[in-house]
């Protein structure tokens, strides 16, 4: 049980592009999401918290008008990288929680910016 | 403000040794600890978690930790390395469930034949 899922687990585009990531809670309603990055050999650094049906909270630091997430289900999250530049090159992974307290993490999507 | 120290960005043990990575942690509030692994190229695996209760937490792949509040400290242990167990490794702290996780810079653990 408490299976994540991400799509598309890695995606190549040019820069000036945009690029959408989805996250799936598949056996469990997921009440809340989160969304981290980790670049090469580093931890993950939370990105935004979001609540099904709201906006999305952002960490201090983030751009809300180039990480763009929507919520818009208990089993769906999405995050789109707008205008993507290679320096937003990196690896995205999200989490889902539901009525527990833990945090369970898809596999990540790995996006490249040309 | 919650904080997670990992002692060792990387630690090297025989197979068949014992395995002992260290976690320390900051909270002003009772915390949930967590224990995840991650594999080249993928997500997070949760190992463990200590939320309330029993001390000794056990959890999967013969993975156990400890959490000793006097200490600050969350240790990962396993009793018998495998080749299957090199990856990296992350202690998290939340001080509401599952809601925002930190974590620490990561331990990354190599099984030498």
């Known amino acids: 049980g408490a299976v994540v899922s991400q799509h598309p687990s890695w995606v190549i585009c040019k820069s000036g592009t945009s690029v959408k990531i989805e996250c799936r809670s598949l056996?469990?309603?997921?009440?809340?999401m989160f969304w981290y990055r980790q670049f090469p050999k580093q931890s993950l650094m939370l990105m935004a918290t979001?609540?099904?049906?709201?906006?999305?909270?952002?960490e201090q630091g983030v751009e809300k008008d180039k990480f763009l997430i929507n919520h818009a289900s208990l089993t769906l999250s999405t995050l789109t990288v707008t205008s993507a530049h290679p320096e937003d090159s990196s690896f995205y992974i999200c989490?889902?929680?539901?009525?527990?307290?833990?945090?369970?993490f898809g596999p990540g999507t790995r996006l490249t910016v040309l | 403000a919650q904080s997670v120290t990992q002692l060792g960005s990387h630690v090297s043990v025989s197979e068949g040794a014992l395995v002992l990575l260290r976690c320390n942690y900051s909270?002003?509030?009772?915390?949930?600890l967590f224990w995840y692994v991650q594999y080249p190229n993928q997500g997070l695996q949760l190992l463990l978690k200590?939320?309330?209760?029993?001390?000794l937490v056990k959890g999967i792949n013969g993975f156990e930790a400890e959490f000793k509040k006097s200490e600050t400290s969350f240790h990962l242990t396993k009793p018998s390395a495998h080749m299957s167990d090199a990856a990296e490794y992350f202690c998290?702290?939340?001080?509401?469930?599952?809601?925002?996780?930190?974590f620490g810079q990561g331990t990354r653990l190599t099984i030498n034949p």
């Open positions: 989490s889902a929680s539901g009525w527990t307290d833990t945090q369970y």
């Open positions: 056996d469990f309603q997921a009440t809340t």
């Open positions: 979001s609540n099904e049906g709201s906006k999305a909270t952002y």
């Open positions: 909270s002003s509030v009772p915390p949930y």
């Open positions: 200590y939320t309330t209760g029993a001390t």
């Open positions: 998290a702290v939340s001080t509401q469930g599952a809601q925002k996780l930190v």
